[in-house]
């Protein structure tokens, strides 16, 4: 059921009001409610589900009684036969996960694994896809070939997708040519890494410490590589370890350390590091308590970027920039404690994002690309639209960067795959994170630079040396490649399309030319963004945006676009010598820019966030964008690569040419 009390504070009313609107919370406001002896049929009149799956849960809760009132091994058995873990077992007992699962094994409780059927019963399957039971017959016949576990990232959702399948699959390929028999752990059916012949067996299991430790116990595999499953693989690493050491297995963790790894992200760790290493971080803070996050954030000086540790996706981050926010935060956002504090970080306004994806075998470090968003520092990496090679920032800076990617891999002992995060601002270069595992820009970077840099890394962890496999130097195109972000507002009616430090992104794609404008207008047009080339364009910005916003008005005036703007906007684009059509704002009446979006006479929408009056009429005009399918941009660094994308649209012919004919184009330095 995989409940974990985290809802135990709701009162009666709370679940009934819980029960009423289909959420995520509604199952375990199910769960407490037949827990307090509601009945089956009354949730049924309330949520409108189907008494029989409703008498499922209460079984779970019978189960859970009697595991409460006696642990006997019949009563273990059924547990585990009802599908619940060491871990709640030990919970309900009073007892440690360790226990239970030294209980469950000398008792001879261990799951047995059954072949899926992929041929309904007609005839003999020989799939190898596997699926455990706590049955008697087990169909899994372990080999005694040489063996590998690769831990998948588990379900899709936004901050972990298809990328980190897209590395698993790279990884079982570069195993499987070496003649080591691959097997994956993972249990999302939605991926090629579930494909039943991707792997030589794949186990269509959860991703925990418990379900993974049963496949070692049953396989014995020679090692396990952590580092392509993403945030939920890389969490296991330590706990896994500790329990292959506490069981006397010989299995071990390939690639960079466990220990290596916990120095990456636990951020006091990471921060000595970054001190003695002399490499600059943004002043910055960890908190266990409502007070001390508010004594943090004022030696730092707000605005200042909260987040809880050890999350994936931007999950809960947020800008604040007064203690009034902080507050807020503190008692909404998150539950801080001294096993989740709060990481709170100088927020560096107007500083431009890099990212960096590299391998390190120890001696020495590949860096397949640097990256440069084109949104500044405060929109989530994952949502930012980023290019190949860097077009804005100086030689020197690059230097500076190379520097760094090559100081922290080797310090951190990376063998294998490594993504880091910077900020430059002011001439300065800052480290704001380094992840010892595969990041979502690594399907980006191999495709727009041709190195299959997961396979490299995952042939980097099993013993060959980046200059065994002839990979030392440094890619370099003559073409700029272009990621763009895909963003579900379509499905999500009533949703505000405004980005910041929380992902929000559900698929990416590229756009490759040789000059910024071309790429970044293909990577628009794959991103159903598509910019006009003539037509009106909206602008509505705010006050801090004018100057920059008026450059980009200027460039798409003189393509031959026509300018709409609101009051204040209309007024500064007039003064800067710029034809431009004054139309009201919404709460004025119209005509409004509602009217001419309705008419299907906006081609392009510039807008970003403005002052709280007008919150709502931004509001307004971003959702429209999306319900009548107008291309928009909310950051003002977007509107002005997207105008120059135009101008170049407009005068260029755009490229046609397979991937592989871009690849041979590449030089290494």
């Known amino acids: 059921f995989g409940y974990a009390g985290k809802y135990t504070t709701w009162t009666d009313d709370d679940i009934r009001n819980i029960l009423q609107s289909p959420t995520d919370d509604r199952l375990f406001a199910i769960y407490q409610a037949l827990k307090r002896k509601m009945s089956p049929e009354e949730v049924s009149k ?17 189960v859970e009684d009697e595991i409460c009132r006696e642990l006997n091994p019949q009563t273990l058995r059924k547990a585990k036969r009802t599908g619940f873990t060491d871990e709640q077992i030990a919970r309900l007992v009073k007892k440690t996960r360790e226990e239970i699962t030294d209980l469950r094994i000398s008792l001879g409780i261990i799951p047995t694994y059954k072949m899926v ?52 699959v790279h990884a079982v390929m570069a195993l499987r040519e070496q003649g080591i028999e691959a097997h994956i752990v993972n249990n999302n059916p939605e991926t090629v890494s579930t494909d039943y012949d991707t792997s030589d067996k794949l186990f269509f299991e959860p991703v925990t410490l418990e379900d993974v430790m049963n496949i070692i116990e049953k396989e014995r595999p020679y090692g396990v590589l952590v580092q392509f499953g993403g945030q939920t693989a890389i969490n296991l690493a330590i706990p896994l370890e500790k329990e292959i050491a506490r069981r006397g297995l010989n299995t071990r963790i390939l690639g960079t350390s466990p220990d290596s790894i916990d120095l990456a992200e636990d951020r006091e760790r990471f921060n000595a590091l970054m001190k003695d290493l002399n490499i600059p971080q943004p002043n910055a803070g960890i908190a ?49 404690s001294h096993e989740h504090p709060v990481l709170i970080d100088d927020f560096l306004q107007n500083a431009v994002e890099i990212d960096v994806d590299a391998v390190c075998d120890g001696e020495e470090v590949l860096i397949g690309a640097i990256m440069e968003h084109i949104e500044e520092a405060g929109i989530h990496s994952g949502d930012s639209a980023c290019m190949i090679p860097p077009q804005t920032l100086p030689g020197v800076v690059l230097e500076v960067v190379r520097d760094y990617v090559k100081r922290i891999a080797l310090a951190l002992k990376v063998k294998g795959i490594v993504n880091l995060q910077m900020a430059y601002k002011d001439g300065t270069v800052y480290v704001l994170e380094a992840n010892p595992r595969s990041s979502r820009t690594i399907p980006f970077v191999s495709k727009a630079v041709g190195l299959p840099l997961a396979k490299i890394a995952a042939n980097v962890m099993i013993g060959k ?66 910019l006009p080339l003539d037509g009106l364009v909206f602008i509505s910005v705010k006050d801090d945006d004018k100057a920059a916003v008026a450059v980009a008005a200027k460039k798409l005036s003189e393509a031959g ?29 119209s005509p409004n820019v509602l009217d001419y979006m309705k008419r299907g006479e906006v081609r392009l929408i510039i807008n970003t966030p403005t002052t709280k009056q007008s919150v709502k009429d931004g509001y307004q005009i971003r959702r429209s964008a999306v319900d009548y399918h107008v291309p928009y941009i909310t950051t003002i660094q977007a509107a002005q690569a997207s105008a120059d994308a135009i101008c170049k649209a407009k005068k260029d012919q755009v490229t046609i040419k397979a991937l592989d004919e871009y690849h041979k184009e590449v030089s290494y330095k």
């Open 288 to 336: 266990f308590s409502p007070a001390e996050a508010k004594a943090v954030a004022a030696r730092i000086g707000y605005p200042v970027l909260v987040r809880p540790s050890y999350v994936l996706g931007g999950r809960a981050m947020e800008i604040v920039y007064d203690e009034a926010g902080l507050d807020v935060y503190m008692r909404e956002a998150v539950r801080v």
């Open 465 to 530: 040396s980046l200059r065994e496999q002839g990979y030392t130097k440094e890619p370099k195109t003559p073409y700029v490649s272009v990621k763009e972000v895909l963003l579900p507002f379509d499905k999500l009616p009533g949703a505000d399309v405004l980005l910041g430090p929380e992902m929000r992104s559900t698929g990416e794609v590229m756009g490759i030319d040789y000059n910024l404008g071309l790429a970044f207008f293909k990577a628009e047009l794959s991103a159903d963004n598509s």
């Open 46 to 62: 309330i949520t409108g589900i189907e008494p029989y799956f409703l008498h499922r849960i209460e079984n779970i809760i019978a």
């Open 117 to 168: 059927d992929t041929c309904a019963a007609e005839f003999a399957a020989a799939t190898p896809y596997y699926y455990s039971s706590y049955d008697a017959e087990c169909e899994l016949k372990p080999s005694d070939r040489k063996k590998v576990l690769i831990l998948g990232s588990g379900p899709i959702r936004i901050g972990q997708g298809i990328e980190f399948d897209y590395c698993t």
């Open 561 to 589: 676009l026509k300018i709409i703007a609101t009051d204040n906007t209309a007024e500064y684009l007039k003064k800067s010598g710029i034809s431009v059509e004054r139309v009201n704002k919404i709460f004025n009446g």
